[in-house]
């Protein structure tokens, strides 16, 4: 059951959490409800017959992620079909930014820690490397999320920052 102090907190009533999963998780970490940042990506977990989700073959959603790496998903109850509750738990049906999907289906590949360390140590020398930014910008946070934010920066810098998935630059907060 969620308190209703949260429902107080955001201003929203629980009735209006069915997708807007990703305000609501934004609005519980502005309220100070939680300490840790939105992230919007795809829920990949089950989806419950009664759910207004079902049959989705994507289902795009917003969560936080806290200090400790767990996950804190104001809205899962949605896709469970069960009543109102708050998951913290760990990173179970969770893919930020779709990297998981887009590097499965789509055959992304992504950089490395040293190709990210490469560019970082000298972003100029990669100005003419078009491709070489392009799979920089796409390199999810998560490959390492205490670099990401400093290469997604510097490509925006270059002006190449709409290479940026939205869901990376939103992470960044660039």
């Known amino acids: 059951m969620v308190d209703p102090a949260v429902e107080q907190a955001i201003g ?3 009735s209006m959490w069915p997708g807007n ?15 840790g940042k939105p992230e919007y990506g795809i829920w990949t977990g089950p989806i419950d017959e009664g759910s207004p989700f079902k049959g989705r073959l994507i289902a795009r959603h917003g969560w936080v992620r ?16 069960v ?14 930014g779709a990297a998981d999907l887009r590097e499965g289906v789509l055959g992304y590949v992504y950089a490395d820690e040293a190709q990210i360390l490469d560019f970082l140590d000298d972003p100029e020398a990669f100005i003419d490397e078009i ?21 997604y920066e510097a490509i925006d810098r270059m002006g190449h920052g709409a290479w940026i998935p939205i869901d990376y630059q939103e992470w960044a907060g660039i």
Request: net charge negative.
């Open 12 to 14: 929203i009533p629980v």
């Open 21 to 35: 999963c990703f305000a609501i998780a934004t609005k519980m970490v502005d309220a100070g409800v939680v300490d």
């Open 66 to 81: 806290m200090p400790d790496d767990q996950i804190c998903d104001p809205t899962r109850w949605v896709f469970e079909n």
């Open 83 to 96: 009543e109102p509750y708050i998951y913290v738990g760990p990173e179970d049906h969770y893919d930020m």
């Open 131 to 151: 491709e070489a930014i392009r799979m920089l910008a796409n390199t999810p946070p998560k490959v390492a999320p205490y670099l990401m934010g400093e290469v």
